[in-house]
């Protein structure tokens, strides 16, 4: 029987922690978008008719980004990892967007904070891989009897 363990991406400390905070957001905006569909109100303040369809569109959508975030972060893979931060920035981008034209202040402000750090990391990323400090290392196989 093989198991896989997986080790930590390799690289400057710099990289390393812009992409722990990267996850860091990636999981409390999942706790966010449970809460918001387990109680649409907490996050709209003036939570009306379309509350309930709009928690369950940010889950939706938010949930599966921030599981693949979360998973290539604790696994060390970075293959997907750039395109996925800038996908996740566009995504934030859009919530900021949608909290200003809906006067959500909070909605604005944590997604511009998730819009930077996502960008910051894709980033670092992208130079990290360019300038060969960083690299993903692929888990090793341990064989159990």
Do not use: W
């Not at 029987?1 to 999942?30: E, K």
């Not at 369809?53 to 750039?82: D, K, M, N």
């Not at 909070?106 to 891989?129: C, D, F, K, P, S």
């Amino acid at each position: 029987m093989s198991a896989a363990i997986a080790r930590p991406l390799t690289g400057d400390r710099r990289t390393r922690t812009l992409l722990i905070a990267n996850a860091a957001f990636a999981a409390v905006s999942a706790l966010a978008c449970l809460l918001a569909v387990a109680s649409p109100a907490l996050l709209l303040p003036d939570a009306g008719a379309g509350a309930d369809f709009y928690a369950e569109a940010y889950a939706a959508r938010q949930l599966p980004l921030s599981a693949a975030i979360l998973l290539l972060v604790a696994t060390g893979r970075r293959r997907g990892l750039l395109p996925l931060l800038a996908v996740s920035a566009v995504a934030q981008l859009g919530d900021a967007l949608l909290g200003i034209t809906h006067g959500n202040p909070g909605m604005t402000i944590g997604a511009t904070v998730g819009t930077a750090l996502h960008l910051a990391g894709a980033r670092r990323l992208g130079r990290a891989e360019r300038s060969g400090v960083i690299r993903s290392v692929p888990p090793r196989t341990v064989h159990v009897e």
